[in-house]
């Protein structure tokens, strides 16, 4: 079992920053790939960013790439998805997911299907 927690979701300004976290436990989060995703109501839920379980070859949607990057601390079992730039469009609920059907995998995903770890979401907010 794998637990992940996101945190540091909020209300800024178009143009503004925030980090998000991703803290996970339960099983070794070192080994596996994660990502992140967001969801609108009345939306199915988009891929937003990725990395690898090196914390290398991070791949992203085009809507964000430019403006958002992932990262993560194997160390601290967390990972990061810091946004900058934001704009309305970026108003979502945020989840983080791990891939934990597949260990060490070289590839990183965008499709939501191949993720079987997801934590509560937070809510991100930009306004104009």
């Known amino acids: 079992q794998v637990q992940l927690v996101e945190s540091g979701g909020g209300l800024v300004q178009v143009g503004g920053s925030l980090r998000l976290s991703c803290a996970a436990s339960g099983r070794t989060f070192s080994s596996y790939n994660m990502a992140w995703f967001r969801q609108t109501p009345g939306k199915e839920r988009e891929f937003v960013a990725a990395i690898r379980w090196l914390g290398d070859m991070p791949y992203y949607a085009d809507s964000v790439k430019g403006r958002f990057a992932i990262s993560r601390d194997n160390a601290k079992n967390t990972g990061y998805l810091q946004m900058s730039g934001l704009k309305s469009e970026d108003t979502a609920v945020y989840y983080c997911?791990?891939?934990?059907?597949?260990?060490?995998?070289?590839?990183?995903?965008?499709?939501?299907?191949?993720?079987?770890?997801w934590g509560q979401g937070t809510q991100v907010t930009v306004s104009s």
């Open positions: 997911a791990l891939d934990s059907r597949n260990e060490k995998s070289g590839f990183v995903k965008s499709d939501s299907t191949q993720y079987d770890y």
